[in-house]
C-alpha cells in the first residue's frame, strides 16, 4: 500500500514537468524566422513570452535528485540538458527541435534593424498602418520580443552540447555588433535586454572554448576584438552589473586565462591602447569583489589571478 502511494506522489510531482514540456514543444514548433514587426512576427512574440514563462517556472521547481542514479552518468559533471538535476525542459526542447541557430539568427537579425534607425522607422510606419498599433505598443512588442528571446539564448548557451551546435562565428559577430554599440552609449538600460546578455554569451564561449573549434573561436574573439570590447563595456557599467553576470563572467575570463591555445598568443587579444591596463582594472571591479565575498572561489578562478601577474610584467 505504502509503494502505491509513493508511485501516486511521484506522478503527481512529475505531472507540471509533463505540461511543461508539452507547452513548450508546441511554442517551440511554432518559431519561425518573419520580418520585423510583420503580423507572423507580432504573433511569434506570444509564443516566445510564454516560453520564457515556462524557463521561469522551470527555475523555481525542486531540482530532481533521480538523475544522480541514471546509468552511464557522469556523476562527478553537472550533467547535460538530458541528464541534470535541473529542470530545463524548455530549453532541453529548443536543443531537441534545432531551433537555437534559428534563435541566434533571428536576434542578430532583429538587433540589426533595431540599430538602423532608417529602417526601423519605416518598419514601424508600416506597422501602424497595418495593424492600427501606436508606437508605444510596438516598441513593447519589441521590448518583449528581444527580453524574451534573450533569455532563451542566454539559459542554452550555459550547456557546451548547444554551443557545440551553433554557428559560433555568428554568435561572436553578434555580440561584437551589441557590444560595440553598447559600450558607446550612455546609459546601460534594461539589464534584460542584448547589451547585458552579450556579456553572458560572451562568458560562455570562453568558457567552453576548449570544447568547441577552439581555434577558430579564438581567431574570430581576435579578429572582433571581442575581448577588449567586453572589457570596456564591463568596466563602464559594472556597478550595475548582477552578482549573478559578475560571477559568470569571472569564470569565462578564467578560463580564457586558462585556454590553451590562447595563452602563447594571449598578447595579440590586446591591440587597442590602454587595452592591458582595462583588463587590470577587473582585479578590483570584478574578481577583488567576488572574493572579498566568497574566498572559497580563489582556487577556481586562480588562472584570472595569475593572468593578471603576467599582463603586468608585460606592461
Request: glycine letters at 4%; hydrophobic letters at 40%; proline letters at 4%.
Amino acid at each position: 500500500m505504502a509503494g502505491k502511494y509513493v508511485n501516486e506522489d511521484t506522478v503527481e510531482s512529475e505531472r507540471p514537468l509533463k505540461v511543461c514540456a508539452e507547452a513548450g514543444r508546441k511554442c517551440v514548433r511554432s518559431i519561425h524566422q518573419y520580418p520585423v514587426l510583420s503580423a507572423e512576427w507580432i504573433a511569434l512574440v506570444d509564443s516566445l513570452k510564454q516560453l520564457a514563462r515556462l524557463v521561469q517556472l522551470e527555475g523555481r521547481m525542486p531540482a530532481n535528485p533521480k538523475v544522480l542514479e541514471t546509468q552511464g552518468r557522469d556523476k562527478d559533471s553537472e550533467g547535460t540538458l538530458w541528464d541534470q538535476e535541473t529542470n530545463e525542459n524548455a530549453i532541453r526542447i529548443l536543443v531537441e527541435e534545432a531551433k537555437v541557430n534559428l534563435c541566434l539568427r533571428m536576434m542578430n537579425d532583429y538587433k540589426n534593424w533595431d540599430l538602423n534607425p532608417v529602417e526601423k522607422q519605416s518598419s514601424m510606419e508600416m506597422a501602424m498602418k497595418a495593424y492600427d498599433y501606436t508606437i508605444p505598443q510596438l516598441e513593447q512588442k519589441c521590448a518583449q520580443f528581444e527580453e524574451c528571446l534573450g533569455v532563451l539564448l542566454r539559459r542554452a548557451f550555459m550547456h557546451v552540447e548547444t554551443l557545440q551546435l551553433m554557428d559560433i562565428p555568428l554568435l561572436i559577430t553578434h555580440c561584437e555588433t551589441v557590444l560595440r554599440f553598447a559600450v558607446a552609449q550612455d546609459e546601460l538600460g534594461d539589464q534584460r535586454m542584448q547589451q547585458t546578455l552579450a556579456l553572458y554569451y560572451f562568458a560562455s564561449l570562453t568558457k567552453h572554448a576548449e570544447a568547441l573549434n577552439n581555434g577558430e573561436l579564438l581567431a574570430k574573439l581576435k579578429e572582433t576584438h571581442l575581448v577588449e570590447l567586453a572589457v570596456s563595456h564591463y568596466l563602464k557599467f559594472h556597478e550595475q552589473f548582477s552578482p549573478d553576470l559578475k560571477s559568470y563572467l569571472v569564470e569565462g575570463l578564467s578560463a580564457l586565462a586558462d585556454n590553451e591555445d590562447f595563452q602563447p598568443q594571449w598578447e595579440e587579444y590586446f591591440t587597442e591602447e590602454g587595452s592591458k591596463q582595462n583588463f587590470l582594472l577587473l582585479e578590483s571591479t570584478l574578481s577583488g569583489p567576488i572574493l572579498a565575498e566568497k574566498p572559497d572561489k580563489t582556487r577556481q578562478i586562480r588562472p584570472l589571478l595569475d593572468f593578471y601577474k603576467q599582463i603586468q610584467r608585460s606592461c
